[in-house]
């Protein structure tokens, strides 16, 4: 069973530092890319950030290039979100999604996600 | 830049069919996914390529495309089916982008 669970979450404020982690298992973690998704409250969801398998192609959304960081430990099977400088608009639960097998590209499993509350 | 389009809420009423829509320029190049969510729960994939239904998912919910739309349409709505669809796609960058969500109502 794929399991996907995200922690690292919480309140934080605004200008600092946090670190998310995903742990994965059930699948061969390093076979599939991997992606961070939000979801703002009461809001629609937010595509962050992907990595491919083996690191090799990382890109970001917009609104947080350059103050994000995405990473991946195929040898511990989880997958990481550095985030800096964050924002009040960076508050949102932040989902671990694993990607199918290449092309069409979709994700098949989602984590419960982490929430991230940018306050002071 | 790239974006998708929903409409924010549709309504069906029990047993009818109802048809939820995705547009966007890169749906022209790259299917859309579908993706249920319900109150306090993790969105779930309920279609993708060209009409894949995962495991699980009942087959009254089918997927369609032309040009640059995407449809999602659920064929007799049941009351679980009360939800918000959110479609996703890729763009030529390898970036993915997801549509503002559709909230549906089962009457």
């Not at chain 2, 109150?39 to 239904?53: E, S, T």
Request: charged share 20%.
């Amino acid at each position: 069973e794929v399991q996907l669970v995200e922690s690292g979450g919480g309140l934080v404020q605004p200008g600092r530092s946090l670190r998310l982690s995903c742990a994965a298992s059930g699948f061969t973690f390093d076979d599939y890319a991997m992606h961070w998704v939000r979801q703002a409250p009461g809001k629609g969801l937010e595509w962050v950030s992907g990595i491919s398998w083996n690191s090799g192609s990382i890109g970001y959304a917009d609104s947080v290039k350059g103050r994000f960081t995405t990473s991946r430990d195929n040898a511990k099977n989880s997958l990481y979100l550095q985030m800096n400088s964050l924002r009040a608009e960076d508050t949102a639960l932040y989902y671990c999604v694993k990607e199918s097998l290449g092309a069409p590209y979709y994700f098949d499993y989602w984590g419960q996600g982490t929430l991230v509350t940018v306050s002071s | 830049s790239s974006e998708l389009t929903q409409d924010p809420a549709v309504s069906v009423a029990l047993g009818q069919t109802v048809r939820i829509t995705c547009q966007g320029d890169n749906l022209r190049n790259y299917y859309a996914s579908w993706y249920q969510q319900k109150p306090g729960q993790a969105p779930v994939l309920v279609i993708h390529g060209r009409n894949n239904r995962p495991s699980g998912i009942p087959d009254r919910f089918s997927g369609s495309n032309s040009k640059n739309t995407a449809s999602l349409t659920i064929t007799g709505a049941q009351a679980e089916d009360e939800a918000d669809y959110h479609c996703n796609s890729r763009d030529s960058s390898g970036k993915h982008l997801f549509g503002g969500g559709t909230k549906l109502t089962v009457l």
